[in-house]
């Protein structure tokens, strides 16, 4: 069983920044796919970006790319999502998710379906 603890979630102005993390614990995968999903009030969930920890390979939704940058620990198991240029609509609830293996995307974005261990989320508010 694994466990994801998502923290650093707030409320920032448009334009500022905000660092999600995730802290994987448990019987985790020796190499998987972490990522990070959002779902705002009334809207699906979407895939935000997702990263392999066996490699280098990172995937970001266009809506994000350019501005939302992960990087993990693997030392401590955490992966970080760097929300470097915040705009009021990536407002919503943020979710960490792995899956064993590789990430998978549809148009650089990670696929909610595909993924089986899910954190409690933490709400990012941007005004």
């Known amino acids: 069983h694994v466990q994801l603890v998502e923290s650093g979630g707030g409320s920032v102005q448009a334009g500022g920044p905000l660092r999600l993390s995730c802290e994987v614990s448990g019987n985790t995968y020796n190499k998987y796919c972490a990522a990070w999903f959002r779902q705002a009030p009334g809207k699906e969930r979407e895939g935000v970006a997702g990263i392999y920890t066996g490699g280098v390979n990172k995937d970001y939704a266009a809506s994000v790319r350019g501005r939302f940058t992960l990087s993990q620990d693997n030392d401590k198991k955490t992966v970080f999502l760097d929300m470097l240029i915040l705009k009021t609509e990536d407002t919503g609830m943020y979710y960490c998710?792995?899956?064993?293996?590789?990430?998978?995307?549809?148009?650089?974005?990670?696929?909610?379906?595909?993924?089986?261990?899910w954190g409690q989320g933490t709400q990012v508010t941007v005004s």
């Open positions: 998710a792995v899956r064993n293996g590789n990430c998978v995307t549809r148009n650089s974005a990670p696929i909610a379906a595909f993924f089986d261990n």
